[in-house]
T-cell receptor
């Protein structure tokens, strides 16, 4: 079974600075997807960024980028130019690429606080 | 296009009561699932479905039933509510995954959640 570990329960960063959230995972599969979801106080789960394991290039979405290290099974999220609206819980998640195994396995989350 | 909708947003039950959490999606997604979110534990899969008439158990299925009579709807039933079922429940949907499938078919979309309290 796959597992996802987020070792930082809480992080804080000054507004406009850069912060990196860590995520490691364990799997025996070679094809899979990794995701970062954001959960603000509204409780809505919002997709931030996704990465296909077969792609070596790190995904980027505006101020959000990942550092995907497949051999190390590491998938960190970097938020540049942090904004007050980035304050939220962030969840790392794993999904197999195999048909019939679409479930998401989540980490326990990192609460990010933005300091004005 | 409403995406994934859930009702109700909040619910309080007494121990032993039954109820159904509703979930609907209008994206023609084959895959639908229910997760529960508890403090410090992330989201855990309760049940899932890969199409109408097909359901299966996830990680924490005890105390819950599901059915899938249409592509759009995937209700979650609590048969006899217990305090341990106090949680936030999320419904999610996506396309079925095929190796080499179109980009984005792997992404799951979540509903707004239902906060359930069992007294």
């Amino acid at each position: 079974a796959q597992t996802v570990t987020q070792s930082q329960p809480e992080m804080s960063v000054q507004e406009a600075e850069t912060v990196t959230l860590s995520c490691t995972y364990d799997t025996s599969e070679s094809d899979y997807y990794l995701f970062w979801y954001k959960q603000p106080p509204s409780r809505q789960m919002i997709l931030v960024i996704r990465q296909e394991a077969y792609k070596q290039q790190n995904a980027t979405e505006n101020r959000f980028s990942v550092n995907f290290q497949k051999a190390a099974k590491s998938f960190s999220l970097k938020i540049s130019d942090s904004q007050l609206g980035d304050a939220a819980m962030y969840f790392c998640a794993y999904r197999s690429a195999n048909f019939g195994n679409e479930k998401l396995t989540f980490g326990t989350g990192t609460r990010l606080t933005i300091i004005p | 296009n409403a995406g994934v909708t859930q009702t109700p947003k909040f619910q309080v039950l007494k121990t032993g009561q039954s109820m159904t959490l509703q979930c609907a999606q209008d994206m023609n997604h084959e895959y639908m699932s229910w997760y529960r979110q508890d403090p410090g534990m992330g989201l855990r899969l309760i049940h899932y479905s890969v199409g109408a008439g097909i359901t299966d158990q996830g990680e924490v299925p005890n105390g819950y039933n599901v059915s899938r009579s249409t592509t759009e709807d995937f209700p979650l039933r609590l048969l006899s509510a217990a305090p341990s079922q106090t949680s936030v429940y999320f419904c999610a949907s996506s396309s079925l995954q095929f190796l080499g499938g179109a980009p984005g078919t792997d992404t799951q979309y979540f509903g707004p959640g239902t906060r359930l309290t069992v007294l």
